[in-house]
């Protein structure tokens, strides 16, 4: 089993940056498909950017593409997400996540591991 501990949310005015990361611990951080979601209250979890365990390639929803980045590294067991031009409506808990398949799933029910979240608030 892998744990999983999300840090570096925040507040921060429209425009600007904040880097979330994800602290792994436990059975071998390589071993998981590492991804980001979002949720806002009375709407279901969304995939945000996932990185696979395999040849590091990093997907992205296109509310996202451009603007965000994953990344992970494997000596420090973290993976970051690196969020840039934040809109309002990237506000939202965000949720670290880790799975054991071969490809980046976009769907919460394939990852079995998660964080608790940490809450990004983007004001206009």
């Known amino acids: 089993q892998v744990q999983l501990v999300e840090s570096g949310g925040g507040l921060v005015q429209a425009g600007g940056s904040l880097r979330l990361s994800c602290a792994a611990s436990?059975?071998?951080?390589?071993?998981?498909?590492m991804a980001w979601f979002r949720q806002t209250p009375g709407k279901e979890r969304e995939f945000v950017a996932g990185?696979?365990?395999?040849?590091?390639?990093?997907y992205y929803a296109d509310s996202v593409k451009g603007r965000f980045t994953i990344s992970r590294d494997s000596a420090k067991n973290t993976v970051n997400l690196q969020m840039n031009s934040l809109k309002p409506e990237d506000t939202a808990v965000y949720f670290c996540?880790?799975?054991?398949?071969?490809?980046?799933?976009?769907?919460?029910?394939?990852?079995?591991?998660w964080g608790q979240g940490t809450q990004v608030t983007v004001s206009s």
């Open positions: 996540a880790g799975s054991s398949t071969y490809y980046v799933p976009r769907s919460t029910g394939a990852y079995a591991y």
């Open positions: 436990g059975r071998a951080f390589g071993s998981y498909t």
């Open positions: 990185i696979s365990r395999i040849d590091l390639s990093t």
